[in-house]
Nanobody, 115 residues
Framework: QVHLVESGGGLVQAGGSLRLSCAPSSSIFNINAMGWYRQAPGKQRELVARINSGGTDTYADSVKGRFTISRDNARNAVILQMNSLKPEDTATYYC?????????WGQGTQVTVSS
């Protein structure tokens, strides 16, 4: 069964940058929309950013101007470039492809931002 594989999380100081990547575990047909969600301890999972294969993107207000989502359509991959990271960005970040039934999710990658 195909699933999404994330990479790129880690520990960084406030003001630093991280780059998250996500791609399917095996070759599948073209994925249209992909996105990133995050979940901090004790909080609900929230949308960070999403993008379709045409490049139309949406961001949570809390990350606008700091995060950039992009696609590598040839690999069905989605990248999240995170700059000017803040301690409140600390969470487990999940990749998502909503058009499948059920939607595809990754296993999550931890992002920790120290103050």
């Amino acid at each position: 069964q195909v699933h999404l594989v994330e990479s790129g999380g880690g520990l960084v100081q406030a003001g630093g940058s991280l780059r998250l990547s996500c791609a399917p575990s095996s070759s599948i047909f073209n994925i249209n929309a992909m996105g990133w969600y995050r979940q901090a301890p004790g909080k609900q999972r929230e949308l960070v950013a999403r993008i379709n294969s045409g490049g139309t993107d949406t961001y949570a207000d809390s990350v606008k101007g700091r995060f950039t989502i992009s696609r590598d359509n040839a690999r069905n991959a989605v990248i999240l470039q995170m700059n000017s990271l803040k301690p409140e960005d600390t969470a487990t970040y999940y990749c998502n492809a909503p058009e499948f039934s059920p939607p595809l999710w990754g296993q999550g990658t931890q992002v920790t931002v120290s103050s």
